[in-house]
């Protein structure tokens, strides 16, 4: 009888599925907790204030005031600075962890007896932790990189709002105050 080499072309033992999935779950937490503090702790101010502008917009009866508009074209900015600033601390921290992961590995590796894969299963494993925390480094880097990219796209909007709401008050100014169209009283 030929031997089977897939996982797949055996048959599949449900309970060892559930138990690999319940560890690849239980580390994943793991990392996305470590992931999540780094986050909260450069974006925190970022993330406030687009909840804010978020409940602004949902729970609004009326369209949003010239005055909030105002606020969110003038408060933004600063607050992606101060994200951008910390999404590069994010990649030094990122650089520096690939760094020690490296010198881990090439440590063990050139110590490592046997073969070239023995050698390089010997620096896999010794650098694990080295591996996880790069992980953990490179996944804020990319979360805090698209909460700014959000956060610029809100920026554009409200200045593209801001500039059409100028647009229309220049046509009515201009119009002598008149209104035309569906909610005018001139038609």
């Known amino acids: ?6 996982a ?3 048959e599949l033992y449900e309970n060892q599925l559930k138990t690999i999935d319940a560890h690849v779950h239980k580390n994943s937490t793991i990392i996305d907790e470590m992931t999540t503090v780094l986050v909260q702790r450069y974006c925190k101010p970022l993330d406030d204030y687009m909840h804010v502008i978020d409940d602004i917009l ?3 009866e009326e369209p949003v005031g010239d005055d909030q508009l105002d606020a969110f074209a003038l408060n933004l900015p600063a607050l992606l600075y101060f994200a951008s600033e910390a999404q590069e601390s994010l990649g030094i921290e990122e650089d520096v962890s690939k ?8 440590r063990v590796r050139e110590k490592a007896q046997g073969t070239v894969a023995d050698k390089d299963t010997a620096a896999e494993l010794a650098s694990q932790s080295e591996t996880i925390v790069l992980i953990v480094k490179n996944r804020a880097y990319k979360k805090v990189k698209l909460r ?6 809100m920026l554009n909007s409200v200045k593209k709002i801001i500039s059409r709401r100028i647009a229309e008050y ?3 100014k201009s119009d002598g105050g008149m209104t035309y169209g569906p909610k005018g009283s001139d038609r």
């Open 1 to 6: 009888m030929k031997e089977q080499t897939s």
């Open 8 to 10: 797949l072309a055996g």
């Open 58 to 60: 949902v729970n609004q």
């Open 99 to 106: 760094s020690i992961r490296n010198e881990v590995y090439n």
């Open 148 to 153: 700014t990219e959000a956060a610029y796209e």
């Open 170 to 172: 220049e046509i009515t």
